[in-house]
C-alpha cells in the first residue's frame, strides 16, 4: 500500500490532493456532493478584512476547455468568516489552509490578526494575485521587490504556515518564487488564473462585465506545468501545482515535474468528486508502478538523452 | 425551500426521449433520488458529455416527475452545443446529473388560486408545480406564449390535470395572436388586490419584467425562475450573481441564482437586457 | 459589398487575413490544398542567417485544443531563402512578409542585408521570441530595453515596414509594445506562443524532447486577446493579433479588440483552407451588419455600462 | 516518387465500414480524386471529429484503392481517442480527408523477388502494394506478423491477388508460433545478396529496426515505412522530423516523415525507441 502523505515545508498532509482557493466555497456548499474529509486539505476562499460584494454580472463565460471568470473576490470578509464559516470547516477531519486577500500589506496583516487567535488553521495562502492599491493595480507578486516586500511585513506576524501564492502574469516566475522564498514563506502556489479575454461578437461587448479575466480549467495547464517546471528547476522551496487539474494524470503531471501537492480547482464545478477520486486513482498508479511512497515520484521527471 | 442538503450527483439513466416540439426535446431519467426529493422550480445540472467539451455542466429544469416510479423529466430546446449533444441521447445512455439544486417555487399558504405563465421554454417547470398544485386542492390557471404552434409543448400534461392552458402565439397559428400578457392582463384585471392569488412564471428575461411590471400593477405577487450562466450550480463558484433590488446597507450586493433562486420574488432582483 | 482592405502602418493589404510564420512553411507546400492570392500576406517561416537543422524529436505533440512545439527554429537560412523559396512566393498575387530570427542583433541586421535588394518584399517581421544569447537566453521581446535596443539597430537598416512579433510571456507586455514603437516599427505582431509544457507519466518524459516548448492553438485565443486588448488601450500602434484563430468568430474578436489585421498558425495544419474561409465570412458578416469598411469594426469594442 | 501536386483536401463520404479484426476496423471512401492519384505506401491525413477535439488530423495509410470505382480503404486498431471516433462512423457520413500524402514504396526497375512484411497493423499499405506488383508481375511474397489470430486481417486481400500470407503469431494460434522474422530468415538466407530482391515492410519501430538489421545482413535492399506524430502532414509544421543516418556535411540533419518519407531505404534514419 503506497503511503499518500506529503510534507509542504512545516505542513504535513494525509495526501496530496487540495482543493484551490474560490473554487469550493466555504467548505459547506459541497456537503452531500463529496466527502471533505477525503482531501489532503481545504483551502478556502479568499478572506478579506471587510466583505466583498463582488463584481457586476456577467462574472464568467465558457470557453473551450476553460472559462473566464471575474468575481472580484467577493466574500464575507474576515469577522464573518471566523463566526460563520470556521467552525464548519475547523471540525473537518482535514487540515485547513485559509487563502487571504488584500489590497495594501496591511490588508493581509490585519486578517492575519482576526484569524491568529482561531485554532485549526493550519497555515495561511497568501493569494498574490490581487491588484495592489499602492503599485497602480500591478498585482502583487508581478514584481519581485513588492513580493519581498509584502511578505516580510506578513512573516512577522505568525508562526503558521505561510503559502505564496502567485501569479503566472510575468515574465521569470523563478524570480518572484525567489523573493518569496527569501521573504520566509515556507511554500509557494502555482498557478493563480491567467489573464484572458473573450468578445461577444455579436454584442461586440467583452463576454465578461469586467473585460480582462481570470483564465482557468484544461487549457491552462500546460502554462502552470511550465512555471511549475521553471521554479522547480531554480528556486529551492516547495511547490503547490495548480491549474487544469481534472484527473491523475494531470496531478501526476505536476508531481513528477515536482510539485509537492496539488490543487483541484475548476474541475470542483464540474464534478465535485474529483479531488478524492484523484486520490482513490494515485495510490492506484503508486502501487502499479510500485511506488512505496510520494518522495519517489516527486520530482522524478526524467530527461531525454 | 432549498432541499440542498439531499441533493446527490447521480449517474442517470435515459428511460425514453421524445422530440415534443420543433428542435424541443423531453427527456426522462431514472433516479429514485433525484424524483423523490425534487421540488417544482428546482433544476439538475447535467453533464452532457463523458469528455471536456463542453467543460461546464448544463442546467434545466425539472419538467415533470414521477417519484413513485423514480423518474423526472427534463424539457429544452436546441441552442447550442450542449443543448444539441443531449438531443443525441438514447434509451439506456447514462448522464451524470447533480440535482435536485436551487429554491423552487414557494407557495404561500394562502393562495387559493395560482396563475402559471410560462413564455416559451419557461413552461418547462410549470408541469411540476402544477401537479402539486392541483393535489393541494389549490385552483390552477396556466398562461402559455410561444411564437407559433409548433413551438408549443407539455400542453397534454396540463390536460391530464383536467387543466386547459391560455395559449396565445406571435404569429396567430393557435390561441390568441400576440403576447401572452393580454388574456393574461384581462383576467389579472379581475383579480386586482385579490390576496389569495399569486403569479408563478419562467420565461426570457423580457418577459419576466413583463410579469414584474404586471404584477406589481395588479398588486398580485408572484414569483419568477430566472436564468443565468452557472458554472457549478450549488454555491461554490459564485459566478451567477444577479443584483439585489432590496439592499441590505449600503453598496451593491447580489444574490446567487444557483441557491438564492432561481426562483425569487419578482420584486427581488434586477433583470438587466 | 463590404471593402476588405486594411492598413498596417505603411503597408497596404488586400485583406487582413494572413498565415503566421511557421505554420506555413515557404509557402510552396500548400500548393493544391488552398489559393494563396487569396490572403491578405504571407508571412513566411522564420528565416535565420545560417541554416538550423532544428531540434531532436519529439518536437510535437497534441494537446487538448491545442499543441505544443519546439521546432528550433529549422530553416534553410537566408542564402538558400533567397535562391529557392524566395522567387515561388514572389510570384504571388499577395504581399510578402519575412520573419527573421536571431541570436544577437547583429544577425537580424545580417538576415536583413541579404534581403535589401530583394525586390517583393513587403515588409519584415522580427521574431523576438528568440533566446537573446547575450541576455542569458532571455527572449529579445522579455525585456524593454533589449526591444528597443535591437529594434534601434535594426531599424537603420531598413526602409521597409517592420514588425515586431512579441512574446507574450512577460509580466506587461505594453511595456514591451511601447518600447518597440519608440525604437521605430510599423506595427506588433500578438502574440507568438505561450511557454507551456507536458510529461508522459508512463515514461516520466517532458512530451517534448526539448522540455518546455510552445503553446499555439485555440487554447491560447483568450490569453492573445487579452494581449492585444493590453496593448491597444495603451500604445499607438498598430496591432497583428495571433493566437488560436480558426474560424471567422475568431478573427473577429481580435478585430473588434483593436487588431488591423490577424493571422492563422495552427489552424493551417489542421485545414489549410482556413484563412481563405476567414476572408469569405468576414465579408459576410460585414455585409450582414451593414460595416462599409475594416476601420468600422476595428477596434469596436463596447463597454458595458 | 511523390505525387505532391496532386494532393486535395476531400470531403469524402464513407461508403462501408467492418471490424476485420479485435478492435481493427477497414473503412471504404469514396473519392475519386483520392483512388486516382495514390501510390502505394503513400498516406492520407483525416479529420476525424467536426469539432476541435481532438484538434489534429490523423494519419493513416492507403491499404486498397481501387481508382475505377473511386474508392479507397484504410484500416486501422483503436489506440485512442481518434481511432475510437472513426470507429463509430456509419455509411453516409463525411469526412474530411486530405491526401494522398508522402512519397510511398519505390519499386526498383531490378525487382523480380518482392518480399512485403507487416508487423501488427504494419500489414495497412500492404495490399494496394501487392496488388500494384502483381500487375507488373513481380512475384511477390508476404509475411505477416501478429499478436495473435484475433489481431490478423487482410488476408483475403491478399489471396485475391493468389497470394498466400506466411503467417507467424506471437501466441501460436495461427501460423508459426513467434516473431515473423524466424520464416523471413529463412528465405533471406536463400536469398541472401540477390541483386532482383526487394524488402518492403512496415510495422512498429522496435519491427523496422529488425528488418532493417536483416536487410543489412542478407545483403537485400529494403525500404520501410514509419509512422511520427505529425501535426500537418504536408510539410509546413516541421514537426516530424527523423534523424538522418547519412548526414550532409557536420551537424545533425533530419527528414520529414510527412513529406522525405514515410517509406524510407531501411539505412537512411535513425530508428530511436
Ligand atoms: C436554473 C436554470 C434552468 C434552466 N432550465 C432550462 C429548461 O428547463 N429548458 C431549457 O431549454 N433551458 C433551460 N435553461 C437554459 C439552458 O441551461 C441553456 O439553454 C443551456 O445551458 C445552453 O447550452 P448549450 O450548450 O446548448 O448552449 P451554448 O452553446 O452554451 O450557448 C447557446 C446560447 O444559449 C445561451 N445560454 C447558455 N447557457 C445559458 C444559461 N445557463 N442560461 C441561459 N442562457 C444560456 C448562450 O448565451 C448562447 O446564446 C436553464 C438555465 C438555468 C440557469
Ligand atoms: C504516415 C502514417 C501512417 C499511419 N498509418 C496507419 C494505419 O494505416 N493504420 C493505423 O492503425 N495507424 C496508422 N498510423 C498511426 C495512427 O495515425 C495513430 O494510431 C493515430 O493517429 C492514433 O490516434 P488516436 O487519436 O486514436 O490516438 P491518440 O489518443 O492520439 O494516441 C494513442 C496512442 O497512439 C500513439 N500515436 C498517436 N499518434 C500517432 C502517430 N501519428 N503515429 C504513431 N503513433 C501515434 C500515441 O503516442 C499514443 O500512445 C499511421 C501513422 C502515420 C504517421
Ligand atoms: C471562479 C473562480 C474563483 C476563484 N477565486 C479565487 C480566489 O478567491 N482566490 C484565489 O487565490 N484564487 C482564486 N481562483 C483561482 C483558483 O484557485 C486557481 O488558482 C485557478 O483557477 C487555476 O486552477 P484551475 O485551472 O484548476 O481552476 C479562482 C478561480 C475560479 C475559476
Ligand atoms: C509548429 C510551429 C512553428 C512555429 N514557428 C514559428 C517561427 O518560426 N517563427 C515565428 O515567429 N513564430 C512561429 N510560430 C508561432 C506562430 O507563428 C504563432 O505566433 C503561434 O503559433 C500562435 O498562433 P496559433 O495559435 O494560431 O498557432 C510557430 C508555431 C508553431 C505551432
Ligand atoms: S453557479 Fe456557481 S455559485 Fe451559482
Ligand atoms: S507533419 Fe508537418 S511537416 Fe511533417
Redesign the interface.
Known sequence: MADLTTTIGPLQLKNPVLVASGTFGYGQEVVGLMDLNRLGAVVTKSVSLEPRPGNPPPRICELPGGMLNSIGLANVGVEAFVEQKLPFLAALDTKLIVNIAGRTPDDYVAVIHHLEDQPNIDGYELNFSCPNVKKGGLEFSQDPTTTAGVVNVIRKQTQRPLIAKLTPNVTRIREIAQAAADGGVDAVSLINTLVGFAVDVETRRPRIHAGAAGYSGPAIKPVALAKVLEVAEHVDIPIIGIGGICNVTDALEFLITGACAIQVGTANFIDPGSAPRIVDELEQYMNAHKLAALPELIGSLKKWS | MSA??????CDCPVDAITEVADGTHLLRFRSPVISNQSLPGQFVNI?VSG???????RPFSVCRVNAREGWFEVLWKVVGQGTAIMAQARPGDTF?V?GPLGRGYTVPESTRTALLVGGGLGVAPLPFLAENLAAAGTSVEVYVGARSKGDLSMLEAFGSLGLEPVIATEDGSVGACGFVTAPLTTRLKELQGAPDAHLFSCGPTGFLKAMTALSKQYEIPGQIAIE??M??G??????????AKRQVGT????KLAC?DGPVFDSDEVELDG
Chains 1, 3 share one sequence.
Do not use: D, E, N
Not at chain 2, 4 to 9: E, G, Q
Not at chain 2, 52 to 57: A, E, G, K, V, Y
Not at chain 2, 251 to 254: E, S
Open positions: 440542498l442538503p439531499s441533493r446527490a450527483v453533464k469528455g471536456q467539451h463542453p467543460l461546464l455542466r451524470s447533480i443565468t450562466v458554472a457549478c450549488f454555491g461554490i463558484c459564485v459566478g451567477c450573481a444577479v443584483p453598496g451593491r450586493r447580489y441557491i
